[in-house]
């Protein structure tokens, strides 16, 4: 067990489908990373009144406010060693949206105090997220977001849920079509659904011990 994920989901990591343990398996020593190109079968938001907190998370590569079908994406999961020493894998997707492109940008440590995955969001890492990882009895994963801490320079406070959402992943592995299948549902306890995709797409696993300029978050946070 070498990458992040494997080391937070302890013997749980075995049970995945071969295919997700290759791709959660990204790490600095098995120098490898996973490079997929798929398509969103649909992207959906929700009520008009939400549009306001999905274009502000827009402007730190935080949220997608738009919606639609048939939408190309990619999603970049690069292993390297932020400024802090620690390991770390991007999680940088972009799609292209009506002629718009689109980026949400997340990069994952281990935490040190709990040993589990923190997902910093955006592109200044203002937004850190516990994750829950298992895997289901068909081999696929599940995520799940939990406690939320917003930090920007001296500003640290855990994040009311009242005004954000808790957001539950599935992804498995599909042999007949060899592809990977994806669902994210973002939800607000009080004012219900948010955010959510769903849609295929194919890995390749290019060598690398680093990850480019590119993917990388402008600032980086040391409060897990």
Not at 129 to 155: C, K, M, N, T
Request: proline fraction near 5%; include cysteine; hydrophobic fraction near 35%.
């Amino acid at each position: 067990m070498s990458s992040i994920f494997a080391r937070a989901m302890g013997e749980d990591f075995s049970r995945l489908h071969p295919m997700l343990q290759k791709r959660f398996g990204v790490g600095l020593e098995d120098g490898y990373a996973c490079v997929g190109t798929g398509t969103m079968r649909r992207i959906r938001r929700g009520p008009w009144w939400t549009v306001p907190f999905l274009q502000i998370g827009r402007l730190r590569s935080i949220l997608v406010p738009d919606h639609g079908e048939n939408i190309p994406f990619r999603i970049e999961n690069y292993p390297y060693r932020d400024r802090l020493g620690r390991e770390t894998v991007t999680f940088v997707r972009e799609y292209r949206i009506r002629g718009r492109m689109r980026r949400f940008d997340a990069t994952m440590i281990a935490g040190r105090r709990t040993g589990r995955i923190v997902d910093y969001l955006g592109t200044h890492q203002h937004l850190a997220v516990d994750l829950e990882l298992h895997a289901e009895p068909d081999g696929s994963l599940l995520l799940r977001s939990d406690a939320q801490r917003f930090y920007e320079g001296p500003i640290a406070f855990r994040f009311p849920m009242l005004f954000s959402g808790r957001a539950e992943l599935r992804e498995s592995f599909d042999d007949d079509t060899g592809e990977y299948r994806v669902s994210l549902e973002v939800r607000n306890r009080v004012f219900g659904f948010l955010f959510g995709y769903d849609g295929a797409f194919r890995c390749e696993f290019p060598d690398a011990v680093d990850a480019p300029e590119r993917l990388k978050p402008r600032r980086t946070e040391s409060r897990e």
